[in-house]
């Protein structure tokens, strides 16, 4: 019996997890609703004079995203635990962690993308400098897929238990923590006309190593927290 | 290479002779602990020095470092014990590595805790959010996220392997916890003692440091193995040797 070539079973993976999306479009686009909310209220809470909204605004944006990606990702892989065709995944004979990486990559281009796209808009209602804006999309365009691929391997981890969201905060934050450094460290270089490049460096070459070391953790998880 | 050392070890493994084994040792470290305890404190607080620039409040770091140093040290051997775990699925480092983790949130807990104690009268705060203190904050976070994780799972051992997983990922903060002091020069002083080189210390002031450390280290031998003990008796309690002990205590 042959085998479906792994380009096509990553194809299929990843087409039928964005049709699974697209077809509850109405979850896509609660994170950006809830981001937008959160942004709102901190001229409430602070104040709405310029100055300190717009020295706040980067770190806010980042935060909110984090947040926004935290509630997302508390759904990466529950329905296929219930209907069973996680299970079939881990027994399909293509290597898991390539599967997974696939899930993975559909999950943040159904949350995070759609951040992306509105974190100018977020931004600008802070008053970030519209000069400052490039810089703040280049770090989430790092920063949301670090995210994802760490949250998928604490998401994977949880996934044998009941009550995973609060829990899954407590271990995102401290992974998350130098993501949340290097970050925001670019945006506000770059809002104080410094050089940016280093920090978003950073960032880059921890997400080539996300990309590699966590799908493999992620299936390792996964084994861990299903088989028993 | 003498055989018996790998024979004694993976006897000592089996959860009925460690059972007696940590039995054996538990008074002994916790003796051991108190009376070295009891001698940093007197040689701290007493013997000491005043420090020319801090004066009387400087003796905290008695208490304070050898803390931080327990909270990263347990955390790298929960690390270990859980690579084990992980690897060669032996139940008693599973036990090791999730016993491990109040006892090493309880000591971060502690260095926040006196740390901030000292920071007030010193640096004329309570908190600050420098690097070292943060990426402590930090450590505390990943503790009490293994230890969540342990307990939200029903099955004691699919919870312990998934926090085992758990504690591995977050070694790699535990090398940003100790240099933090050297990367980002912030409000909080450098190391000064040195296991490479001369330390930067009065030698009035290393001896009880160095002695609170190896009380540290005892107290946590004895506190682990009162642990494991309890913990060892509820998991193995269908098991005969469980049973004996129980019959042996009712008579007794």
């Known amino acids: 019996m042959s085998h479906a070539p792994l380009a096509s079973a990553c194809a299929a993976v990843l087409r039928r997890d964005l049709t699974l999306a697209w077809r509850r479009r109405g979850d896509i686009v609660m994170p950006v609703l809830y981001a937008l909310i959160v942004i709102t209220l901190f001229p409430f809470a602070l104040g709405p004079e310029d100055a300190l909204l717009q020295r706040i605004a980067g770190g806010a944006v980042l935060v909110t995203m984090l947040l926004a990606m935290l509630l997302a990702l508390d759904a990466m892989f529950r329905s296929d635990i219930e209907d069973g065709s996680l299970e079939q995944l881990m027994l399909s004979p293509q290597p898991l962690a390539l599967m997974l990486g696939m899930k993975i990559l559909a999950h943040w281009i159904t949350t995070a993308l759609p951040l992306i796209v509105i974190a100018p808009l977020l931004a600008g209602m802070l008053h970030l400098p519209a000069a400052v804006m490039p810089v703040l999309v280049y770090a989430l365009l790092l920063s949301t897929p670090l995210l994802s691929l760490m949250g998928a391997v604490l998401v994977a981890l949880t996934a044998g238990t009941r009550r995973s969201g609060m829990l899954l905060a407590l271990m995102l934050l401290p992974l998350c923590v130098p993501v949340v450094i290097f970050a925001a460290g670019a945006v506000a270089a770059a809002q104080q006309g410094l050089p940016w490049l280093a920090p978003i460096a950073w960032l880059g070459a921890a997400l080539v190593m996300a990309l590699v070391l966590a799908p493999l953790a992620c299936a390792a998880a996964l084994r861990i927290a299903l088989d028993a | ?252």
């Open chain 2, 1 to 252: 290479m003498a055989n018996w050392i790998p024979l004694w070890v993976h006897k000592l493994s089996s959860p009925p002779n460690f059972y007696r084994f940590a039995g054996i040792v538990r008074p002994w470290a916790l003796a051991l602990a108190l009376i070295s305890g009891a001698i940093a404190l007197y040689g701290g607080l007493v013997l000491a020095p005043a420090d020319y620039q801090q004066g009387d409040a400087y003796r905290i770091i008695f208490i304070h470092v050898p803390c931080a140093w327990m909270g990263l040290f347990i955390y790298g051997l929960m690390a270990v014990a859980s690579f084990i775990s992980l690897v060669w699925r032996i139940k008693l480092a599973e036990v090791v590595a999730m016993e491990s983790a109040p006892i090493g949130a309880a000591f971060t807990f502690i260095t926040l805790v006196t740390g901030s104690l000292w920071g007030k009268p010193m640096w004329g705060t309570w908190w600050t959010w420098d690097a070292r203190l943060t990426s402590e904050l930090v450590l505390l976070f990943l503790y009490l996220g293994v230890i969540g994780l342990y307990h939200s799972f029903e099955d004691r051992r699919q919870g312990a392997r998934a926090a085992a997983f758990l504690a591995i990922i977050g070694i790699i903060n535990v090398p940003i916890v100790h240099f933090s002091v050297n990367w980002w020069n912030t409000l909080h002083q450098g190391s000064t003692v040195r296991i490479l080189g001369p330390s930067k210390i009065s030698g009035d002031m290393l001896w009880p440091l160095l002695t609170m450390m190896a009380a540290t280290k005892f107290y946590y031998i004895a506190s682990l193995f009162g642990r494991v003990r309890t913990d060892l008796l509820s998991m193995e309690s269908g098991k005969e040797w469980v049973k004996q002990i129980a019959e042996r205590e009712g008579k007794a």
